[in-house]
Nanobody, 118 residues
Framework: QVKLVESGGGLVQTGGSLKLSCAAT????????MGWYRHIPGKQRELVAT??????????NYADSVKGRFTISRDSAKDMVYLQMNSLKPEDTAVYYC?????????WGQGTQVTVSS
C-alpha cells in the first residue's frame, strides 16, 4: 500500500515561489498518473496538475488557473513527485495534496498548507 506525504508549503508573498514535495512510501513507478490537488476551505478540492508515469512519457497537464506558473515533475527512482510554483497569487492559498490521478481515496494525506500574502 502506498502512503503519500506532502511537504514544502509555507507563507510567501505574492509573486514568490515554493516547491512542494510528495514522498511515497511504496513504489509509484507503475502508477499511470500522479496529480497535485488543492483545497480551499468552502470549495471543492481542485485538480492542479497531473503527470503520467515514465513509460507513458511523463506527459503533464495543468489547470488553466496555474498554467505557465506551476510545473509538476516526478522522480520515480526516488518515488517522489514535485510541484514547482512560481508567480504565486493570493488565490493560490490552499492546502495542497498529492494523489494518484484519478485520486485513490485511501491515499489522501495531510497535505501541506500554502499561504500567499498580498
Amino acid at each position: 500500500q502506498v502512503k503519500l506525504v506532502e511537504s514544502g508549503g509555507g507563507l510567501v508573498q505574492t509573486g514568490g515561489s515554493l516547491k512542494l514535495s510528495c514522498a511515497a512510501t511504496g513504489s509509484i513507478f507503475n502508477i499511470d498518473a500522479m496529480g497535485w490537488y488543492r483545497h480551499i476551505p468552502g470549495k471543492q478540492r481542485e485538480l492542479v496538475a497531473t503527470i503520467t508515469r515514465d513509460t507513458l512519457g511523463k506527459i503533464t497537464n495543468y489547470a488553466d488557473s496555474v498554467k505557465g506558473r506551476f510545473t509538476i515533475s516526478r522522480d520515480s527512482a526516488k518515488d517522489m513527485v514535485y510541484l514547482q510554483m512560481n508567480s504565486l497569487k493570493p488565490e493560490d492559498t490552499a492546502v495542497y495534496y498529492c494523489n494518484t490521478y484519478p485520486p485513490t481515496p485511501m491515499y489522501w494525506g495531510q497535505g501541506t498548507q500554502v499561504t500567499v500574502s498580498s
